[in-house]
């Protein structure tokens, strides 16, 4: 069983940066992919950006060049860098992990945090 908790969310207008962080427990698990999806109110949950064990980065293509994720493997924890937020990215964030365990495969999400952007 893989546990994620989320941190970094809050308030912030428009313009500004935030660091959203993911722990994933126990610290020793292996995991092949962490990502960051998000949840707009009255929206489907969607894709912002996945990172490999590797280092191999995905994103929204609306995101681009204003979100970065990265990672750490040795403490498993992701980061989600986001920059020149704007009113829109408005959202849950939701944390995943991705692993294959006794040949199984196995997704995990984390509770959320909210991040709101406004002025």
């Known amino acids: 069983q893989v546990q994620l908790v989320e941190s970094g969310g809050g308030l912030v207008q428009p313009g500004a940066s935030l660091r959203l962080s993911c722990a994933a427990s126990?610290?020793?698990?292996?995991?092949?992919?962490m990502g960051w999806y998000r949840q707009a109110p009255g929206k489907h949950r969607e894709l912002v950006a996945g990172i490999t064990s590797s280092g191999t980065t995905n994103y929204a293509d609306s995101l681009k060049g204003r979100f970065t994720i990265s990672r750490d493997n040795a403490k498993n924890l992701v980061y989600l860098q986001m920059n020149s937020l704007k009113v829109e990215d408005t959202a849950v964030y939701y944390c995943?992990?991705?692993?294959?365990?006794?040949?199984?495969?196995?997704?995990?999400w984390g509770q959320g945090t909210q991040v709101t952007v406004s002025s």
């Open positions: 995943t992990a991705d692993r294959v365990y006794k040949s199984e495969y196995q997704h995990y």
């Open positions: 126990p610290s020793s698990v292996s995991i092949n992919v």
